[in-house]
């Protein structure tokens, strides 16, 4: 803050000489939360071609991306709800959980796939309202909130599916009606040339470039900006910071029904128990990605970086035959590396 | 209480208190209150910490709500819910410490929660151009010479900061303008700028609600004095009818800084 007399600023009634010049187009780009992160996804791609002869194919390519996409697709919400300002523990869980009302409800009810599909979104989007509106309405920080629907969730996926099936996973549900056109919209893949990529990559991309269209080119998402980074700030000055955050919650439960869809249609059959560990996964994309933990900086590009880095080195360790119980402590050091980086850039960000 | 009745003048007061109260579970935070804002003049409201000077500005701005007397906007006796509902009336409040939010580009904390966007057929997107030129404008119009609107605004000094609320909150159509202690945390010379900029908001024809606990920057552009002390009005006056010195000995305590003066002599 301003507490001292700075001689210089803010002195002169008549316009003076400007003392801030435009800043350099190298400062501008290294202002971007991304851009660390494209040096890294840049690096490491160079990294894994290096020494990776399989890696090289453009079949691994599209490996490698669909890979992404399954994070990536999630870290999109996930980070636009780091920008505002919380979090969702409960993200890896939510997808399963989707994916499971989808099955369970169609199955044994015998009807159309599709009513299931639909009764899951409304499910999915549910929980998300619920996470907003215990954050919004308590105060509590949104950790412990969701790290209590998390618990919540991973224990109805469990209890529920074995009540229903008797087992710890859901029916096969490909002989439904309805299950080719759904698996068409959520899990086939399209032929570009001699390779096949998964359909997930494409929304994926789609739904960055919505993402990034909202934060940066909407009222939404200036609010957006705003709630994570000074609520009381954002508040005085009529945004409503509530709906905001509700809203952001939400999202991040349509998310994960649109995942969970794509797990249910490309295995036809849901484990009750997967998804947990998952919503790491997806904030530390964001936050490789660059989004600040404490809100109010970030991108979706950049959640995407981090997917993508996360992507390449769980296929790159495999193509370069080395032991894949080393990916974990890739992982963490990326992460190290990515905070430590944020931290530098937020600091240029605040200095004159 | 000292407070006097005032003779009616031609200009309706745009913001009126009358006799106020406010409490907090059995906490008596304010009681009594009148103050009066007319377009074009500057009231100020002193007082130490604790004298209630932040809960009266949050009732005006529509934070809080009170409990005892009147609010009356336009002769209009009115509740506000929400900051919205008193913006929608046109009273923008700037606050010391809330101004802004220090990591977004000073264009979009200008228009934050007013954005302009560009018509349906272009899909209500943010119109970004026009924000940036204009607020850049309105800025140079101040004083304020800003080349780079997409710098965060928290790279901005704290004097700045609270100039570019003051120039959103005249631009944005504010007829009372209540600020909150925007000298408190400011030096000598950055004060200077922040009273020059309220000065030319009531040359503007806004009515200026100034807090502040420093009567020598209230004295400079004041031309009411309501002074509080502990939730009650211990003193509502013209400029004219007071000096500095006064107001400076009532708001240090009166007598009571008399006392402690003697006390304290070698």
């Not at chain 2, 954005?115 to 800025?139: D, H, Y």
């Amino acid at each position: 803050m301003g507490q001292t007399v700075d001689a210089g600023v803010a002195t002169a009634p008549a316009p003076a000489p400007p003392r801030v010049t435009q800043r350099s187009l190298g400062r501008r780009l290294m202002m971007r939360p991304e851009i660390g992160s494209l040096v890294g996804v840049i690096l490491i791609y160079i990294f894994f071609f290096v020494v990776a002869s399989p890696f090289r194919s453009t079949a691994s390519l599209a490996t490698i991306l669909y890979a992404s996409s399954t994070i990536g697709m999630m870290a999109v919400p996930v980070a636009l709800l780091m920008i505002g300002g919380e979090f969702d523990l409960s993200a890896g869980v939510a997808v399963t959980t989707s994916a499971l009302v989808a099955a369970l409800f169609s199955y044994n009810l015998n009807l159309n796939i599709w009513i299931g599909v639909l009764v899951a979104l409304v499910v999915a989007v549910g929980i998300g309202f619920i996470n907003g509106y215990l954050v919004v309405r308590t105060r509590i920080p949104s950790f412990l909130v969701t790290l209590g629907t998390f618990l919540m969730l991973q224990g109805l996926n469990l209890a529920v599916t074995k009540g229903v099936t008797g087992a710890v996973a859901s029916q096969d549900v490909s002989q439904m009606t309805g299950f080719s056109s759904a698996a068409t919209i959520f899990a086939s893949s399209v032929p570009i040339g001699p390779v096949s990529v998964r359909i997930t990559v494409f929304w994926w991309i789609l739904f960055i470039a919505i993402s990034t269209v909202l934060l940066l080119k909407t009222r939404v998402g200036n609010w957006v900006f705003s709630v994570g980074g000074d609520a009381n700030s954002a508040r005085a000055v009529g945004v409503p910071v509530n709906k905001t955050k509700i809203g952001l919650f939400m999202v991040v439960g349509l998310m994960a029904w649109f995942v969970g869809m794509h797990i249910l249609f490309s295995f036809n059959t849901v484990q009750s128990g997967q998804g947990v560990g998952n919503e790491f996964l997806y904030i530390i994309a964001a936050v490789i990605g660059g989004c600040l933990l404490t809100g109010g900086f970030g991108s979706t590009i950049g959640s995407a970086m981090g997917a993508l880095i996360f992507g390449m080195t769980t296929e790159g360790i495999i193509y370069a035959g080395w032991n894949p119980d080393w990916f974990k402590f890739f992982l963490g050091i990326m992460l190290l590396l990515a905070t430590v980086l944020n931290a530098y850039v937020r600091q240029l960000a605040s200095r004159r | 209480m000292a407070v006097e009745t005032k003779p009616v003048t031609a200009k309706e007061p745009l913001v009126e208190m009358r006799d106020v109260g406010k409490r907090y579970g059995n906490i008596r935070a304010l009681s009594g209150i009148s103050l009066r804002v007319r377009a074009g003049e500057i009231t100020c409201v002193l007082g130490d910490n604790g004298a209630g000077k932040s809960t009266l500005i949050k009732i005006i701005s529509g934070l809080h709500q009170h409990d005892e007397g009147e609010l009356l906007v336009d002769g209009e006796d009115v509740r506000f819910t929400s900051p919205r509902d008193a913006l929608n009336r046109g009273i923008a409040t700037v606050y010391q410490d809330l101004a802004v939010v220090a990591l977004m580009p000073i264009w979009r904390n200008f228009f934050l929660g007013s954005e302009v966007r560009q018509p349906i057929s272009r899909a209500r997107l943010l119109n970004t151009g026009f924000m940036k030129t204009t607020s850049r404008s309105e800025l140079l119009k101040m004083g304020i010479d800003l080349p780079d609107m997409d710098q965060p605004i928290g790279t901005l000094s704290g004097g700045q900061r609270q100039c570019v609320a003051i120039a959103r909150a005249i631009y944005l159509g504010a007829r009372v303008l209540i600020l909150d202690e925007p000298t408190a945390a400011l030096g000598v010379k950055q004060s200077g700028v922040v009273l020059k900029y309220v000065a030319a908001a009531r040359d503007a024809g806004l009515g200026v609600i100034l807090i502040t606990h420093n009567p020598h920057h209230a004295y400079m552009v004041g031309d009411h004095f309501v002074l509080l002390s502990r939730g009650e009005g211990k003193l509502d006056c013209k400029r004219a009818e007071i000096t500095l010195d006064e107001l400076t000995r009532q708001m240090a305590g009166g007598d009571e800084l008399s006392a402690l003066a003697h006390e304290l002599e070698r």
